[in-house]
T-cell receptor, first 116, second 109 residues
């Protein structure tokens, strides 16, 4: 059972470099999310995609762009990486069907990103 | 925005019950209370959620105060595998999950 798959697991960038974090889910979920986790700060929402073809900003979107490529895939791009973007990045998905109240998030295992 | 407040850390002895508290005094009437836990080097995983009534599942119980301004996650018999960071989260609307800073639970053998 793959669930939510993130690649890569680890990445080191130099300031100013760009990269894309990939996320794919195989649960036919409608909604997908990107979070970052910094020490002592819990998880903060960067962007989310309520459904295929839509994306919206979360709490901390500056410096990031996203693409909902299809229902399965949701990528996060850093155009010009900065040391402040050193963090652990988590992708998540949920079905978010309007008729169901017990929706929950399913998370990937994370990407540890260091920007030097 | 509504927020949650949790103790930074707690300890429990193995095989004993654990009560993890969470304050959410600014909760709105339609906000769901979710609990997730994060094991070392993993993404968070769902534990339980509720709206107004107490909830039980195979992992835990959730006790929600009558005024909904606080809740308690109850692990009935802590095991070493329950050592994790437990997050109390408010789900506001369809897509917004507001994470707190979590409680690190240490289980002593």
């Amino acid at each position: 059972n793959a669930g939510v798959t993130q690649t890569p697991k680890f990445q080191v960038l130099k300031t100013g470099q760009s990269m894309t974090l990939q996320c794919a889910q195989d649960m036919n979920h409608n909604s997908m999310y990107w979070y970052r986790q910094d020490p002592g700060m819990g998880l903060r929402l960067i962007y989310y995609s309520a459904s295929e073809g839509t994306t919206d900003k979360g709490e901390v979107p500056n410096g990031y762009n996203v693409s909902r490529l299809n229902k399965r895939e949701f990528s996060l791009r850093l155009e010009s990486a900065a040391p402040s973007q050193t963090s652990v990045y988590f992708c998540a998905s949920s079905s978010n069907r309007a008729t169901v109240t017990n929706e929950k998030l399913f998370f990937g295992s994370g990407t540890q990103l260091s920007v030097l | 925005d509504a927020k949650t407040t949790q103790p930074n850390s707690m300890e429990s002895n193995e095989e004993e019950p654990v009560h993890l508290p969470c304050n959410h005094s600014t909760i709105s009437g339609t906000d769901y209370i979710h609990w997730y836990r994060q094991l070392p080097s993993q993404g968070p995983e769902y534990v339980i959620h509720g709206l107004t009534s107490n909830v039980n599942n195979r992992m835990a119980s959730l006790a929600i105060a009558e005024d909904r301004k606080s809740s308690t996650l109850i692990l009935h018999r802590a095991t070493l595998r329950d050592a994790a960071v437990y997050y109390c989260i408010l789900k506001t609307g369809t897509y917004k999950y507001i994470f707190g800073t979590g409680t690190r639970l240490k289980v002593l053998a």
